[in-house]
């Protein structure tokens, strides 16, 4: 019997290296990453209605820092940490994307 | 008017119905390289099986001046036939009337057959090539997705319930296949999705073509929503037909049998197909065409999950489900989609008679933070859920390894499965050889003079005692340990013995599976 030349991929479970095929599923899949609260970023792509800080101002746990209007609503954007506002690339009218960084912030103590 | 005169007016009014959406739009649809919905009917069913019904029914939509128009049966035919001798309830959407869209008249044709399939206990056929909802007619038009949704519903695990989709099927429309058992498409005519790319885009800013978004390939191979993908509506029919073979007309039937036969062995030598290194991949769908009646094995989302393998097979001359990890791809592991995948495979097989053979060889669960987060607990326990709930026969084969979790998974006595064998270098364990080591014989190896060499015998220490069928036999978790030549002997053995099986369970509405 002819036997095809095939070159299999490793998949290592539990110190095992076993030779196998990996799905474009499994190569693909999204690279876990930190949730970071200091980086306001857009949830959902749409519109920023209304910023309600300035950069340099202080925000509580909780405070509104933004209006993101997307799929016919109007998002509150609010902190969840106590900080400064160190940069807003934004400002009111701009269409943005999802993942887009709004606003950062600084942790005060 | 004569009786003469009478034939003729019928005559006239079915030719006027029977043209459909006229010669233009069939010509378009033609020109899409479909064939019309009437064409589709009878090419699936046997020779001059079909008769149509509610050829003459009329649209109800009063606005927007749509009383003034005619649509020829309301855009979907309906009626039964015989399909390879079964007797089968089949409905058509014509994509030539108004688009197929759904109005209320064109939804109550498609719930009148399926009330008749579910009242004469056969299977249900549908073709879905529709524009979506007839938004002339508003609300009704959603009313009428409702009214199919919760007949396909009453209907599942009762009647074999079939979608093929041969065009767009948009919005509500994709609800009624996703609630069926089998859904087919054809490469670059079937579409199916929620919203549309024009949606997608203006919505979210995405910009992506349908093809992309929902085609054929997307949901034969990504989401799974498909189970059989074609080249061709040929093609396609010939895969409807080739399922109906091998499943029952109804949940109080069992499939056809059919004279036993051989496999090819040949072909699919059962001895040469498995490397005895674990970490070695190998095809197990050779194995199953090693094992099953003339090595005919019809598989399932082939495309889908690829590290598990499902499909229907003979044994005996007798239907029977296969499951099998497949070692080829992504080493076998149960993860998410291919849990959710042998899951329902199993419930389908269970709700309609047919006996389940599981072929085990997998290294445990996908590990990861992506898997973690996605859920892979509670899809995973479909698999528990699914096997310890079936009660059609249950036989089980350890082809190699079985590791942690996954052992208990794939239908192990545990799960109440009716035998279980093993082949001689089947190793059970609690997990792998190299892992059970390294925590049992921490200290040893962190003490010794070379702990790579201690690290390295300890392993070999454990293979050969823990890493074989003989520890799990001596508890009887494992039946019997047989040689892989006797295989299909011992299956199709078990099957006879367990022809009868009848399992009384605790009454109850209904489980709660981990959706």
């Known amino acids: 019997m002819e036997e095809k030349k095939i070159i299999y991929k490793t998949l290592n479970i539990e110190n095992i ?6 799905t474009n599923k499994f190569l693909l899949r999204q690279q876990y990453q930190k949730n970071d609260l200091t980086k306001i970023t857009a949830f959902i792509p749409g519109k920023i209605s209304k910023i309600y800080v300035k950069k340099g101002r202080k925000v509580k746990i909780g405070d509104k820092l933004l209006i993101l209007e997307a799929m016919k609503m109007k998002n509150d954007i609010i902190s969840s940490i106590n900080g400064i506002i160190m940069q807003i690339n934004i400002k009111e009218g701009d269409l943005v994307t999802k993942k887009d960084i709004l606003i950062e912030l600084k942790y005060l103590n | 008017m004569t009786l003469k005169q009478k034939t003729t007016d019928l005559k006239k009014r079915m030719r006027d119905a029977l043209k459909g959406g006229g010669s233009k739009a069939i010509e378009k649809q033609k020109a899409t390289g479909k064939m019309t919905a009437r064409e589709r009917i009878i090419a699936i069913l046997d020779p001059k099986t079909f008769h149509e019904y509610d050829l003459f029914v009329k649209h109800a939509g009063k606005d927007f001046d749509m009383d003034k128009k005619y649509l020829p049966g309301d855009g979907v035919i309906t009626g039964t036939g015989i399909l390879s001798g079964h007797p089968v309830c089949i409905y058509a959407q014509d994509f030539t009337v108004a688009g197929g869209s759904l109005g209320w008249m064109h939804a109550k044709k498609i719930t009148k057959i399926m009330d008749h399939a579910l009242k004469l206990k056969v299977p249900l056929i549908g073709i879905n090539d529709s524009g979506g909802a007839r938004i002339q007619e508003g609300v009704n038009a959603l009313a009428g997705y409702g009214e199919i949704f919760y007949r396909n519903t009453q209907a599942s695990g009762v009647i074999p319930q079939i979608s093929v989709i041969l065009g767009p099927c948009a919005g509500g429309a994709v609800y009624s296949p996703a609630l069926t058992d089998f859904v087919f498409v054809v490469d670059k005519v079937s ?60 949940n109080e039937k069992k499939a056809d049998s059919f004279p036993s036969k051989p496999p090819k062995t040949r072909v699919f030598k059962i001895d040469n197909i498995i490397p005895t290194d674990t970490r070695q991949p190998y095809d197990v769908c050779d194995i199953i065409k090693a094992i099953c009646d003339d090595s005919e094995f019809f598989e399932i989302q082939k495309h889908f999950a690829a590290n598990i393998v499902i499909g229907f097979a003979r044994l005996g001359g007798q239907t029977v489900g296969f499951v099998a990890n497949q070692p080829k791809v992504m080493a076998g592991v149960l993860d998410i989609d291919s849990s959710d995948k042998a899951a329902r495979f199993v419930r389908y097989c269970d709700a309609f008679n047919i006996p389940l053979v599981t072929l085990v060889d ?36 350890i082809l190699r390894k079985a590791y942690g979790g996954g052992y208990i998974a794939m239908c192990s006595h545990h799960l109440k499965a009716d035998f279980v064998f093993a082949w001689p270098y089947a190793e059970i364990a609690v997990m792998g050889p190299d892992g059970a080591a390294n925590i049992i014989f921490k200290n040893e190896i962190k003490n010794a003079e070379n702990p790579d060499e201690m690290r390295k015998q300890k392993i070999k220490e454990y293979k050969k005692k823990f890493a074989n069928p003989y520890v799990a036999a001596a508890y009887g978790y494992i039946d019997a340990v047989i040689e892989p030549n006797e295989t299909r002997h011992f299956l199709i053995h078990a099957l006879e013995i367990s022809n009868h099986k009848t399992e009384i369970r605790i009454k109850k509405k209904h489980g709660i599976p981990p959706f």
């Open chain 2, 362 to 397: 997998l290294p445990g669960y996908l590990p990861g933070i992506e898997q973690e987060h996605a859920g892979v607990i509670r899809h995973g326990a479909k698999v528990l859920y699914a096997y310890s709930e079936a009660t059609v026969p249950k036989i089980t084969v």
């Open chain 1, 17 to 22: 290296k076993y030779k196998t095929f990996l």
């Open chain 2, 191 to 250: 579409k199916m999705f929620i919203t549309g790319p024009e949606v997608v885009k203006t919505v979210l800013g995405e910009e992506v073509s349908m093809e992309e978004l929902g085609g054929a390939r997307v949901h034969a191979e990504i989401t799974g929503n498909a189970h059989f993908f074609a080249e061709s509506e040929d093609e396609c029919f010939d895969q409807i037909k080739h399922l109906i073979s091998f499943i029952p007309w109804n």
